[in-house]
């Protein structure tokens, strides 16, 4: 079982509405992940985050999402206003924070735009 | 683009079968190269992985073998059993804490008693 907690499982949304993930990694771990599946299975990378910094975004997340993993909180990703193709499989996933590279997944949140 | 892509999006192979995932790159400063497993309705869990100081490296029945000029790699099955019939996804990425992986789209493998 996902050490590495992501709720809710499904989110539906209409469009333009803000729809907001929450990710808690596996404890110990100071390194999260997100990431986007689409329907053709391609993984996306969204942002990382090393305990409260983020390390690394894409264009379209700095513009369209607002993301954050504040001390003693869950991880968040909110859609600021959701259109149809962020319907998508969302996945955080942690890792240790050591030269090792593995990654822990979620089971992910499925978010539908309607 | 994709940086990392499958060729295979579906193989069946029967039980005891060798079984061959292939995954090309494009990006050729990638120094860490995966293969991550993943059951229906679970999470993707690391398989095996390999950095690029050597070429193989093998864990029971699975290998990986690394070709870096080719900017390729691939994941050996041998003794293929039932419980190998899960979606493989091949990632590849820079070594380094916090450095992000890419991923392909996975090949789903079913392996037939």
């Known amino acids: 079982n996902s050490k590495v907690i992501q709720t809710p499982r499904y989110l539906v949304k209409g469009q333009g509405q803000k729809a907001k993930m929450r990710c808690i990694p596996e404890?110990?771990?100071?390194?999260v992940f997100w990431y986007q599946q689409n329907k053709n299975n391609e993984f996306k990378f969204l942002i990382n985050f090393q305990n409260q910094e983020v390390l690394q975004q894409i264009d379209m997340t700095e513009k369209r999402f607002s993301a954050e993993c504040p001390s003693n909180s869950p991880c968040s990703l909110e859609i600021q206003s959701s259109e149809a193709g962020d319907s998508a499989l969302y996945l955080c996933a942690s890792s240790d924070g050591t030269s090792n590279e593995r990654l822990f997944f979620g089971h992910g949140t499925k978010l539908s735009v309607l | 683009g994709q940086q990392v892509k499958q060729s295979s999006p579906s193989l069946t192979v029967q039980e005891g079968g060798i079984l061959i995932l292939n995954c090309d790159y494009e990006n050729d400063m990638f120094d860490y190269f995966a293969w991550y497993k993943k059951y229906p309705d679970n999470s993707p869990t690391l398989l095996i992985s390999?950095?690029?100081?050597?070429d193989k490296r093998e864990d029971g029945r699975f290998t990986v073998f690394l070709n870096k000029s080719g900017k390729h790699f691939s994941l050996h099955i041998t003794a293929s059993q039932p419980e190998d019939t899960a979606v493989y996804l091949c990632a590849a990425g820079l070594q380094g804490t916090g450095s992000k992986l890419s991923f392909g789209k996975g090949a789903k493998l079913t392996v037939s008693p």
């Open positions: 404890k110990g771990h100071p390194v």
């Open positions: 390999v950095r690029s100081n050597v």
